[in-house]
């Protein structure tokens, strides 16, 4: 597919995470979470946890016959005196790689399949 489309097809697949999400031509940015809740509630509420700040980019261009999509997503934490916790930094690889898995999978599929 072409990258508009892949973009529009991670765009669907993702929407339902996104606290926002703006497209372009060639770029998909995702941000999910709140800082302010999270740092409010903390991690050891669901509330708070639940809340963990991610942000991803999916850039796409042309490639052979469809799209090479590069993918990254890291926390979107805000200025912390500490950097956080283990636990907290394994959580956000967790998730990020659960968003770029299901951003991935979504542009496998043929349309027939969705």
Same mark, same amino acid.
């Given at each position: 597919m072409?990258?508009?489309?892949?973009?529009?097809?991670? #765009?669907?697949?993702?929407?339902d995470q996104a606290a926002e999400l703006?497209?372009?031509a060639e770029t998909l940015h995702l941000r999910m979470g709140s800082d302010e809740v999270y740092r409010v509630k903390g991690s050891a509420s #669901?509330?708070?946890?639940?809340?963990?700040?991610?942000?991803?980019?999916?850039?796409?261009?042309?490639? #052979?016959?469809?799209?090479l999509i590069h993918a990254e997503a890291r #926390?979107?934490?805000g200025w912390?005196?500490?950097?956080?916790?283990?636990?907290?930094?394994?959580?956000?690889?967790r998730r990020a790689a659960t968003l770029i898995r299901r951003a991935?999978?979504?542009t496998q599929h043929p349309a027939a399949d969705r």
């Open positions: 072409t990258p508009s489309q892949a973009l529009a097809r991670i #765009d669907h697949a993702l929407r703006t497209v372009s #669901d509330k708070g946890w639940a809340a963990l700040p991610l942000a991803a980019t999916f850039r796409a261009e042309p490639h #052979d016959a469809g799209s #926390d979107d934490l912390y005196a500490a950097p956080p916790q283990p636990f907290v930094e394994n959580e956000v690889q991935r999978e979504s």
